[in-house]
């Protein structure tokens, strides 16, 4: 019912910089969750950033504070993620997912994901 496509992905060296976009189509929510959740090889998923639809409430994985940021524009039902100060271990497949409430960093509860968008970071 909701679809997501994550694009912006690529190569880059340690300090630079990337910007992620999540587009969602289908039967999307005025209200709800959105965030992003990245995996490394052999990791599990981890959470980075969520945003609420509504009231734009940000939440960031500690490790990535201060250098990543969570945005959304509502009317075009996009978010974004702008990762600065990028370094190697940032590298991971990144995914976009949504719910219509509010769940948090817990991977479990989100109902609907893109299929990931890989970021690497070189040294």
């Known amino acids: 019912q909701v679809q997501l496509v994550e694009s912006g992905g690529g190569l880059v060296q340690a300090g630079g910089s990337l910007r992620l976009s999540c587009a969602a189509s289908?039967?999307?929510?005025?209200?709800?969750?959105m965030g992003w959740f990245r995996q490394a090889p052999g990791k599990d998923r981890e959470f980075v950033a969520a945003?609420?639809?509504?009231?734009?409430?940000?939440d960031y994985a500690d490790s990535v504070k201060g250098r990543f940021t969570i945005s959304r524009n509502n009317v075009q039902n996009t978010v974004y993620l702008q990762m600065n100060s990028l370094k190697p271990e940032d590298t991971a497949v990144y995914y976009c997912?949504?719910?219509?409430?509010?769940?948090?960093?817990?991977?479990?509860?989100?109902?609907?994901w893109g299929q990931g968008t890989q970021v690497t970071v070189s040294s």
């Open positions: 997912a949504a719910d219509r409430g509010r769940p948090g960093p817990h991977p479990q509860r989100y109902d609907y």
């Open positions: 289908g039967r999307t929510f005025g209200s709800g969750t």
């Open positions: 945003i609420s639809w509504g009231a734009g409430i940000t």
